[in-house]
């Protein structure tokens, strides 16, 4: 089992920055990447970035150039820089450790999501 715990979501006004921090524990040396997820009202949980253990990125267009994602291997945490923040990044984020399980099953787990509101 791997726990995350989510924090740093809040209220800002658009064009401001806030930074959300996860930190995991239990079987973190079964996790292959970690990433962000959101979920707005009304819409589906989307991919917002993720980071490999060898610190390989990958980000949604939406927001490429305007979020950073990080990683502290040895803290077992990961961390999402959001500046320039828009009226339409507000969502619940969530924390995902997509982990290894064998050599042929993985396994998704997710924190429990912190709210980000971005207003005009």
């Known amino acids: 089992q791997v726990q995350l715990v989510e924090s740093g979501g809040g209220l800002v006004q658009a064009g401001g920055s806030l930074r959300l921090s996860c930190a995991a524990s239990g079987r973190t040396f079964s996790i292959e990447a970690l990433g962000w997820y959101r979920q707005a009202p009304g819409k589906q949980r989307e991919l917002v970035a993720t980071?490999?253990?060898?610190?390989?990125?990958n980000y949604a267009t939406s927001v490429k150039g305007r979020f950073t994602i990080s990683r502290d291997n040895a803290k077992n945490t990961v961390h999402l820089q959001m500046n320039s923040l828009k009226l339409e990044d507000t969502a619940v984020y969530y924390c995902?450790?997509?982990?290894?399980?064998?050599?042929?099953?993985?396994?998704?787990?997710w924190g429990q999501g912190t709210q980000v509101t971005v207003s005009s």
């Open positions: 995902n450790a997509h982990s290894r399980l064998s050599l042929s099953s993985w396994y998704d787990y």
């Open positions: 980071i490999s253990t060898a610190g390989n990125t």
